[in-house]
């Protein structure tokens, strides 16, 4: 095991507290029109097999330790989003740019036997911009969120990295009723890389706010498999938000998986603040 090229790594804290620097300047900006700014990190740790196997047929399960950092800087109507992952990823060597958000060939039966490896390093930078729709408080309309996402394939080491420059773009739709929301969003990633398919990836879910700083909620998602051989991934994740003080928020959660494509279980936490 290796960690090459630590410099992402401090990128990657530099994005976190270059966040905060942003956050002293949105204190002149005025009231009537004010500038969110928040950070975060958190952690994740996910385990499964993705149907990969080595040269003698026995499945290969791979465990993935993630602690992003990242940054939320919201001037309504838009926002925009940046975040990038310390990872550990100990397991098949066909499937370490999948676990990191990206769309690998390997899982359910790739071109070759897959090898043991362990693997230290940084994500890739993902971005995005949303615009939201507000309606009026009383209108039977939903919240509409239009989104443009962008990966850049930044990792280090490569291995981890997810080829070529990924472009997702995005609807989302959510409703409050009373104590009760509901969400539903389609996405179509563009891959840049002649080697992948365009993949569509779809969520729903629910939350209920249980008291001023608690919701439990669980969702759905859907990604579609980008290659002939990589399978769709299918999974459910429960999850609550934990509202700690008028600025910080705790979000615990959970993974199970139902496909290949997804892992087994998993489960993990994010910590955020908000100037």
Same mark, same amino acid.
């Given at each position: 095991m290796a960690i090459e090229n630590p410099g992402p790594t401090f990128a990657a804290i530099l994005l976190f507290f270059f966040a905060g620097a942003l956050a002293a300047a949105a204190e002149t900006v005025p009231d009537d029109h004010p500038v969110y700014v928040s &950070? %975060? @990190?958190?952690?994740?740790?996910? #385990? %499964?097999?993705y149907g990969e196997r080595d040269a003698n047929g026995n499945q290969i399960e791979t465990d993935v330790?993630?602690?992003? $950092? $990242? @940054? *939320?800087?919201?001037?309504?109507?838009? @926002? $925009? #989003?940046?975040?990038?992952?310390?990872?550990?990823?100990d397991g098949s060597n066909q499937i370490a740019a999948l676990l990191n958000g990206g769309d690998s060939g390997g899982g359910g039966g790739g071109d070759g036997a897959a090898n043991r490896q362990t693997t230290v390093g940084v994500g890739d930078v993902t971005t995005s911009l949303t615009y939201s729709y507000y309606p009026d408080r009383d209108s039977v309309l939903p919240?509409?969120?239009l989104s443009v996402g962008i990966k850049i394939p930044s990792a280090r080491p490569k291995s981890l990295r997810s080829p070529g420059v990924d472009i @997702?773009? %995005?609807?989302? &739709?959510? *409703?409050?009723f009373d104590r009760l929301s509901v969400f539903a969003g389609v996405r179509r990633r563009f891959k840049t890389d002649d080697d992948f398919d365009d993949i569509w990836l779809t969520s729903v879910g629910s939350a209920v706010k249980l008291a001023k700083w608690i919701s439990l909620g669980v969702a759905w998602d859907f990604r579609e498999g980008s290659t002939?051989?990589?399978?769709?991934?299918?999974? &459910?994740?429960?999850?609550?938000?934990? #509202?700690?003080?008028e600025h910080t928020r705790l979000t615990p959660y959970g993974v199970i998986g139902l496909t290949d494509g997804a892992p087994d279980w998993g489960v993990g936490t994010t910590i955020s603040y908000e100037f």
């Open positions: &950070i %975060g @990190t958190g952690i994740d740790f996910s #385990r %499964g097999d330790v993630s602690v992003p $950092f $990242f @940054t *939320k800087i919201e001037w309504e109507p838009v @926002t $925009f #989003r940046a975040s990038i992952p310390v990872l550990y990823v919240i509409v969120d @997702t773009l %995005g609807v989302e &739709i959510a *409703k409050t002939g051989f990589s399978p769709d991934s299918h999974e &459910i994740s429960p999850y609550a938000s934990l #509202r700690l003080s």
